[in-house]
Structure formats: structure tokens, C-alpha cells
């Protein structure tokens, strides 16, 4: 069975930073791209950055370039979302996701498995 759990949320002031992870197990890791959503209160879940399988191609959303980098490390199966110069309108449920493939990939219904989510909310 396959788990993806996050962790690193939490309260943060604008301007700082967080780092999100997202452990994954019973899969192939090195199979498997991987992402980052997230969902604001009132909205739909909007896609934030993955990766490729190596982690040698990622690619973002343009609300997010510049302040986020998604990274991976396949020895430890785990995948990370190292936010800075945090907004408010970043604050949401974060979700990590996995999908079969080799390519990174912006759209939900592509991801195969899915967290439970991490809360960050960034302050005034």
C-alpha cells in the first residue's frame, strides 16, 4: 500500500520560510514523479511545482518561481518544498503526489497516489 506523508507546516510570519517533506513508501520511488499542490480555503487545488524522476527537471508555478524549489532524495524516498519570501496568499493545504512516469507534470488528474495534506499558514 502506498503512503505519502508531509510534514513541515505550520505558522509563519510573510517573509519567512518553511520546508515541507513528504516521505513516501510502498512504491517505487525512483519510478515515480513527483509533486507539490496546494489548496486555499474557498479555492481549487492548484498545481505547485515536481520533479522528475532523477530530480534533474523540475518545473513551477509562475506564483511560486523564484520562492520555491521542489527537490528529492531518492536514497530516503522522500521529496521536499522549500518555500521562502512567504506570502499570505500562499497559506493552504499543502499535498505531496506521486504519478508512474518520467516527466514532471502540472495537472492533478495525472497523480496517481496523494497525501493527507500539511497546513501552512503565512501571517501579516
Known amino acids: 500500500q502506498v503512503h505519502l506523508v508531509e510534514s513541515g507546516g505550520g505558522l509563519v510570519l510573510a517573509g519567512g520560510s518553511l520546508r515541507l517533506s513528504c516521505a513516501a513508501s510502498g512504491l517505487t520511488f525512483t519510478s515515480n514523479t513527483v509533486g507539490w499542490f496546494r489548496q486555499a480555503p474557498g479555492k481549487e487545488r492548484e498545481f505547485v511545482a515536481a520533479?522528475?524522476?532523477?530530480?534533474?527537471?523540475?518545473r513551477s508555478a509562475d506564483s511560486v518561481k523564484g520562492r520555491f524549489t521542489i527537490s528529492r532524495d531518492n536514497a530516503g524516498n522522500t521529496v521536499y518544498l522549500q518555500m521562502t519570501s512567504l506570502k499570505p496568499e500562499d497559506t493552504a493545504v499543502y499535498y505531496c503526489a506521486a504519478r508512474n512516469g518520467a516527466r514532471p507534470h502540472p495537472e492533478e488528474n495525472a497523480y496517481d497516489y496523494w497525501g493527507q495534506g500539511t497546513q501552512v499558514t503565512v501571517s501579516s
Open positions: 520533479s522528475s524522476r532523477s530530480g534533474g527537471s523540475t
